[in-house]
T-cell receptor
């Protein structure tokens, strides 16, 4: 089955800096890659997703890139703000979604 | 629009007691339904998923079970809780039959076993 690895497990940046979280997946048939943000004690919420026919997608300060050949995808957050502090999960799916272990992002004011 | 409801929000149970967590989805028909567990500070562990009434697939063998008595109702149960069952339980739904779609999570149930 699919195996998703996510790095780093923790990330601390200064407000205004960029943050990058990387994920690799094992199943080349995976074709859908969502990213979720989970604030403390709350439910994971979808923030952006990308499908395998697209290499990059942007939504304001967040972007996701996908390299199908290398089987990795990344989340980029620019101009980080304290409210970006949360745990971020990547996932890969070809019908059955598998999640990475999460990255705890801390943005210091 | 679609909404997902989970209850209770928090639950404290003694070891060996039974469990029933309920999840319902509104605004869609025949959703795919999922139960996840999240230990403190950890990732999402898929426990069960269902593609239709009475159809349950188990990902991890353990003392939990799931049932789907109605199209938009998903129940997580246990006959005897263990200390290791503590965690944050999340129900999620996704649109069926349209290729890969995002999963949408409920607000979760925080379960503490004493």
């Amino acid at each position: 089955g699919e195996n998703v690895e996510q790095h780093p497990s923790t990330l601390s940046v200064q407000e205004g800096d960029s943050a990058v979280i990387k994920c690799t997946y094992s199943d080349s048939a995976s074709n859908y890659f969502p990213w979720y943000k989970q604030e403390l004690g709350k439910r994971p919420q979808l923030i952006i997703d990308i499908r395998s026919n697209v290499g990059e997608k942007k939504d304001q300060r967040i972007a996701v890139t996908l390299n199908k050949t290398a089987k990795h995808f990344s989340l980029h957050i620019t101009e980080t703000q304290p409210e970006d502090s949360a745990v971020y999960f990547c996932a890969a799916s070809r019908g059955d979604m598998r999640f990475g272990a999460g990255t705890r992002l801390t943005v210091k004011p | 629009s679609q909404t997902i409801h989970q209850w209770p929000a928090t639950l404290v149970q003694p070891v060996g007691s039974p469990l029933s967590l309920e999840c319902t989805v509104e605004g869609t028909s025949n959703p795919n339904l999922y139960w996840y567990r999240q230990a403190a500070g950890r990732g999402l562990q898929l426990l069960f998923y269902s593609v239709g009434i009475g159809q349950i697939s188990s990902e991890v063998p353990q003392n939990l079970s799931a049932s789907r008595p109605q199209d938009r109702q998903f129940i997580l149960s246990s006959k005897k809780l263990l200390l290791s069952d503590s965690g944050f339980y999340l129900c999620a739904w996704s649109v069926p039959g349209q290729g890969n779609q995002p999963q949408h999570f409920g607000d979760g149930t925080r379960l503490s076993i004493l």
